[in-house]
């Protein structure tokens, strides 16, 4: 199969681009094999991104073990030669027609969301609740979910899902950006007004984790962690957290509390899909304040409304990155406000691909982020 030599110069239109690629598709549940594609056609406003690097998120080993919550046209994902993945990166290989905002050569970092454009969402900018989500024919496209994603040689990416990285990041770090941006989202869904406020970050996976990186890197006073694990608390630290709280030894509201000298907090970031979080964050929060929930209880569980309604509390959902906050976390990592590459433990190479994702399920303790490198850099 031909590829680009490795001395390829940056920035040259000298990208061959074979006609088959290999992908890492389907089948049944946990069945994964790689097998050869057609390499897809740019469209209109889209580009083919050659997929340098993607990172393994907890909603892939869901989708490969569940299938949902990846549906195509509007079925279970098995058997359909769909490739899962969406935190990827690369370098734009080919351009659609029309495209002049993005060059060959470009690197570029993927968000996951590209709405139809136009429904009434797209048009307020909420692109990630899309109300013809899932409907291909009519321009949505939600690689890695319901169309196919990066766990490929190339991809197909709308040029409104594409943010620019600068030289000097790397490929691993680059994949980090969209979950960077999906905790940038449930800030400004929140308000955005975040320098001086207290934030409470509820749960310290990939999304909790640089929920602290960007709410301190936008001058959030204090940014309070709370979790049980203390490797995590303790990354969380360096990630810019003023302080942790590991809920298995102290009360996680006791300690809000008393950090902030009974005051509590302006905003909660819940990203722990814990039974009890938002009963929990709506005691850390003061009057008025705001909850945005980055995850959810696998069932239903019961909520203290009135608790809520007496406080004037907010709550918030977020299903991932919205309204380009990716184009904001990128911006702040290119400034390195935050180290996004500390949550970044474990690379497998591309032929590796279920090892990964075994690897980040069974040692899901430790392996917070697991990025599969698919070409050099
Ligand atoms: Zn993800
Ligand atoms: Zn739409």
């Not at 990128?330 to 032929?351: E, G, N, S, V, Y």
Request: include cysteine; hydrophobic fraction near 40%; aromatic fraction near 6%.
């Amino acid at each position: 199969m031909a590829t680009a030599p490795a001395e390829t110069p940056f920035r040259s239109n000298q990208y061959p681009i074979p006609d088959k690629m290999k992908a890492w598709v389907l089948g049944g549940p946990e069945e994964l094999s790689l097998v050869e594609k057609p390499v897809p056609e740019p469209g209109s406003a889209e580009v083919l991104v050659r997929v340098d690097a993607i990172a393994v998120c907890a909603t892939d080993i869901e989708i490969i073990r569940h299938g949902v919550p990846a549906m195509i046209d509007g079925g279970l994902p098995f058997n359909r030669g769909f490739t899962p993945g969406h935190e990827y990166m690369g370098t734009i290989v080919k351009l659609g027609p029309t495209v002049d905002e993005f060059q060959v050569g470009d690197r570029v970092t993927v968000e996951v969301h590209a709405g139809c454009g136009r429904c009434q969402r797209c048009r307020e900018g909420m692109y990630t609740s899309c109300l013809n989500y899932g409907y291909r024919a009519k321009g949505h496209r939600a690689n890695g979910f319901s169309t196919d994603g990066g766990f490929a040689e190339y991809a197909v990416n709308s040029i409104n899902t594409l943010a620019h990285i600068p030289d000097e990041m790397t490929d691993a770090e680059a994949t980090l950006i969209v979950t960077a941006g999906t905790a940038m989202y449930g800030l400004n869904v929140m308000g955005g007004v975040i320098a001086s406020e207290g934030v409470v970050v509820i749960g310290p996976g990939p999304i909790g984790l640089m929920g602290v990186g960007v709410a301190k890197a936008l001058g959030a006073q204090p940014v309070i962690l709370t979790g049980t694990r203390d490797k995590r608390l303790e990354m969380g630290n360096r990630l810019g957290a003023d302080a942790m709280i590991n809920v298995s030894r102290e009360d996680p509201v006791e300690a809000v509390q008393r950090l902030t000298g009974g005051k509590g907090v302006q905003y909660v970031l819940e990203c722990s899909g814990a039974p009890n979080a938002l009963n929990e964050a709506a005691r850390m929060v003061n009057r008025g304040g705001r909850i945005c929930l980055a995850a959810f209880p696998a069932e239903p569980v019961p909520v203290d409304l009135a608790y809520l309604v007496r406080n004037n509390i907010y709550v918030f959902g977020i299903r991932g990155e919205g309204k380009s906050a990716t184009h904001r976390a990128a911006a702040l990592m290119a400034q390195k406000r935050f180290d996004a590459k500390l949550i970044h433990t474990h690379t497998f190479p591309f032929a590796e691909v279920p090892t990964a994702i075994r690897y980040a399920r069974e040692r899901i303790e430790d392996a917070i982020k697991v990025v599969v490198q698919i070409r050099g850099n």
